[in-house]
């Protein structure tokens, strides 16, 4: 069973006091780098290590005078340090703390959606193989084409998620990359092996080159990574939707004991998590374009790029967040209706098997030309009739004749479309 979404784990992260803890994080593994190198005592760092705490409440209200979030930072832990605060920030700039305890933040919240993607990715599995040949009328351009079946669906889906899987840990590991190289990158007043061990001691690997910062490339593929989830699980959602129209009616949406669908109507049941998907996924796109607009700043550095941060990586991480844990709870509880399914294959009289028809037709006719012709004219004299197709093949002697029934017959069957099922499963679910 599918628990009640929480916020905590995520959200977490990306409280202030993760956010200074992360930062008290590298703090300290810059001055343990510098123990390494000979450059600071032993003991001093020592103390360092259990006497460093801060409160967010005091460390904001210290912003309102200084105007800058590290300084007031760095005022807070060093009251509570005392005299060997003196070795704390020694050789870095802000953004080295700033931009690696960032990347320390996203690889985690990374980790966490990897995890959360794996989950869906097994619900959709388990539907895939349940309605593996539960046949289901194939749709192109919303009218229908030719049969399918429900559980290639979900295999469809199961293999976008795989490829958003790996989208997602590549981007997990772009965005793992800190910066220990000073005011704009050159390593004036650290050495470069700080860097090196900071960034191994948090998992983390070093960026080959930057400026004062990590540069926003890796961030906007990260986010892109977050919007391609966002964007599939939209395009799934719409399919249920469409599936849960009155005059469909395959698929619905579960519905709980208590709910309510409608104030004015009882009798309405809606696919309101599915819209839900499919706004959210809006937020994620409008997030990327952000992202991206981030990337070219000037020279070395400037902040403009800080502002947007501060919203799009939690929203964005949040959001995900919940979004699959949401359509994880909608895969598990769907609703199946393998009679409307049924009804729905054969609404057009038979219609669907007018591809079969002229294959066959065309080896008899030996024109693949004058075969067209005679379906499309008896298959749209059907639809227009509401009559059968298959009553319509016979009445026509250019075509009947060169049929017995039995062979007509054979070629209104959903089953050699399946026929192939086992093989794309096999390359799916490797």
Same mark, same amino acid.
């Given at each position: 069973?599918?628990?009640?979404?929480?916020?905590?784990?995520?959200?977490?992260?990306?409280?202030?006091?993760?956010?200074?803890?992360?930062?008290?994080?590298?703090?300290?593994?810059?001055?343990?780098?510098?123990?390494?190198?000979?450059?600071?005592?032993?003991?001093?760092?020592?103390?360092?290590?259990?006497?460093?705490?801060?409160?967010?409440?005091?460390?904001?209200?210290?912003?309102?005078?200084?105007?800058?979030?590290?300084?007031?930072?760095?005022?807070?832990?060093?009251?509570?340090?005392?005299?060997?605060?003196?070795?704390?920030?020694?050789?870095?700039?802000?953004?080295?703390?700033?931009?690696? #305890? %960032?990347? !320390?933040?996203?690889?985690?919240?990374?980790?966490?959606? =990897?995890?959360? &993607?794996?989950? $869906?990715?097994? /619900?959709?599995?388990?539907?895939?193989?349940?309605?593996?040949?539960?046949?289901?009328?194939?749709?192109?351009?919303?009218?229908?084409?030719?049969?399918?079946?429900?559980?290639?669906?979900?295999?469809?889906?199961?293999?976008?998620?795989?490829?958003?899987?790996?989208?997602?840990?590549?981007?997990?590991?772009?965005?793992?990359?800190?910066?220990?190289?000073?005011?704009?990158?050159?390593?004036?007043?650290?050495?470069?092996?700080?860097?090196?061990?900071?960034?191994?001691?948090?998992?983390?690997?070093?960026?080959?080159?930057?400026?004062?910062?990590?540069?926003?490339?890796?961030?906007?593929?990260?986010?892109?990574?977050?919007?391609?989830? #966002? %964007?599939? !699980?939209?395009?799934?959602?719409?399919?249920?939707?469409? =599936?849960?129209? &009155?005059?469909? $009616?395959?698929? /619905?949406?579960?519905?709980?004991?208590?709910?309510?669908?409608?104030?004015?109507?009882?009798?309405?049941?809606?696919?309101?998590?599915?819209?839900?998907?499919?706004?959210?996924?809006?937020?994620?796109?409008?997030?990327?374009?952000?992202?991206?607009?981030?990337?070219?700043?000037?020279?070395?550095?400037?902040?403009?790029?800080?502002?947007?941060?501060?919203?799009?990586?939690?929203?964005?991480?949040?959001?995900?967040?919940?979004?699959?844990?949401?359509?994880?709870?909608?895969?598990?509880?769907?609703?199946?209706?393998?009679?409307?399914?049924?009804?729905?294959?054969?609404?057009?009289?038979?219609?669907?098997?007018?591809?079969?028809?002229?294959?066959?037709?065309?080896?008899?006719?030996?024109?693949?030309?004058?075969?067209?012709?005679?379906?499309?004219?008896?298959?749209?004299?059907?639809?227009?009739?509401?009559?059968?197709?298959?009553?319509?093949?016979?009445?026509?002697?250019?075509?009947?004749?060169?049929?017995?029934?039995?062979?007509?017959?054979?070629?209104?069957?959903?089953?050699?479309?399946?026929?192939?099922?086992?093989?794309?499963?096999?390359?799916?679910?490797?």
């Amino acid at each position: 069973m599918i628990p009640r979404y929480s916020l905590p784990e995520m959200t977490n992260l990306w409280t202030d006091d993760n956010k200074f803890a992360t930062w008290l994080e590298v703090e300290i593994a810059t001055c343990e780098a510098w123990v390494k190198l000979g450059r600071m005592p032993v003991a001093a760092v020592k103390r360092i290590r259990s006497r460093a705490a801060f409160s967010a409440k005091r460390i904001l209200k210290i912003e309102e005078t200084v105007k800058h979030d590290v300084i007031a930072f760095l005022t807070d832990v060093g009251n509570s340090v005392g005299p060997d605060a003196k070795y704390i920030h020694f050789g870095l700039t802000s953004s080295d703390v700033l931009d690696t #305890a %960032t990347a !320390l933040t996203l690889k985690r919240s990374g980790e966490l959606l =990897l995890t959360r &993607t794996k989950a $869906l990715m097994s /619900e959709i599995r388990k539907k895939a193989h349940r309605y593996k040949y539960q046949p289901k009328v194939g749709r192109t351009h919303g009218v229908h084409a030719e049969p399918t079946s429900l559980g290639l669906t979900f295999a469809v889906w199961y293999s976008e998620m795989s490829r958003n899987l790996d989208r997602l840990r590549k981007a997990v590991d772009t965005i793992s990359v800190g910066k220990m190289s000073g005011a704009v990158g050159t390593f004036a007043n650290i050495d470069p092996r700080v860097e090196k061990y900071v960034c191994a001691r948090l998992g983390l690997k070093p960026a080959p080159v930057s400026t004062q910062i990590v540069q926003r490339d890796r961030h906007a593929e990260f986010i892109w990574a977050l919007t391609m989830i #966002a %964007t599939s !699980l939209e395009k799934f959602a719409l399919e249920i939707r469409h =599936l849960q129209k &009155t005059e469909v $009616l395959e698929l /619905e949406e579960g519905f709980s004991k208590g709910q309510k669908g409608s104030s004015a109507m009882p009798h309405k049941k809606n696919p309101i998590t599915c819209e839900q998907m499919c706004g959210q996924a809006r937020l994620l796109r409008g997030n990327l374009i952000a992202a991206l607009e981030n990337i070219p700043l000037w020279h070395e550095r400037d902040i403009s790029h800080s502002s947007v941060e501060r919203v799009i990586f939690p929203d964005s991480t949040i959001l995900l967040d919940y979004m699959l844990f949401k359509f994880a709870q909608v895969i598990r509880d769907l609703v199946v209706y393998p009679r409307n399914l049924r009804a729905n294959l054969d609404r057009t009289g038979g219609l669907i098997y007018s591809g079969r028809l002229l294959l066959v037709l065309t080896d008899r006719l030996g024109s693949r030309e004058a075969a067209y012709t005679l379906i499309q004219r008896a298959a749209h004299s059907a639809w227009k009739e509401g009559s059968s197709f298959k009553k319509v093949l016979m009445a026509d002697p250019e075509i009947s004749g060169r049929f017995t029934a039995t062979e007509l017959k054979s070629l209104f069957d959903y089953k050699p479309y399946l026929s192939h099922v086992d093989t794309i499963f096999k390359r799916v679910f490797k």
